[in-house]
Structures are given as structure tokens and as C-alpha cells.
């Protein structure tokens, strides 16, 4: 069995650990925990948002434990397949 592919966080754009937290929002974005409770970033990607004090906490729609859950929740990867016929 192959490993999953890494993930990068769509708003630092550093490589999420295997093992950490893969957070995806409504609209799909893959970030990582340090970028989650950033209110800047809520307002950047969501600026139509009426709540200020939001922050992407309340935007999550799936939280995964890793990126194997995360490849298979995002229909990238499966674990009977190479990474690159995932692609």
C-alpha cells in the first residue's frame, strides 16, 4: 500500500504534517490548525461573511485526522492505489 499524498495549506501554503489536523472548508480549501483561528483570513475569504468576529473555525466543514482520511474524504487518493495513478 502506497502513502497518501501531502497536503499543503491553502493559506500559508506549507505542507500539512501526516499526522496533524487536515481541516477542509465549506468550499473545499484545505488549511492547516495555526491558520484556522485567524480572523484576517475569515475576512479574506469570506467577505461577504455579516459576522466580523468570525473565525475559520466557523467555516469548517470536515476536520481529518490525516492525510490519508483527508486524500479519501477529498476522492484524491485510495489506499489500494499508487499516488501518482491518483492523480
Not at 501526516?18 to 479574506?44: A, F
Not at 489500494?80 to 491518483?86: L, M, P
Amino acid at each position: 500500500m502506497s502513502m497518501a499524498p501531502a497536503f499543503t495549506c491553502n493559506a500559508c501554503h506549507r505542507v500539512i504534517g501526516q499526522d496533524e489536523g487536515h481541516n477542509v472548508t465549506d468550499d473545499h480549501r484545505l488549511i492547516c490548525y495555526p491558520c484556522l483561528t485567524t480572523t484576517p483570513l475569515h475576512s479574506r475569504w469570506y467577505p461577504q461573511c455579516p459576522n466580523g468576529w468570525h473565525d475559520m473555525y466557523d467555516h469548517i466543514r470536515y476536520v481529518s485526522g490525516n492525510r490519508t482520511s483527508t486524500a479519501m474524504l477529498l476522492g484524491c487518493w485510495h489506499p489500494t492505489r499508487s499516488t501518482s495513478e491518483a492523480s
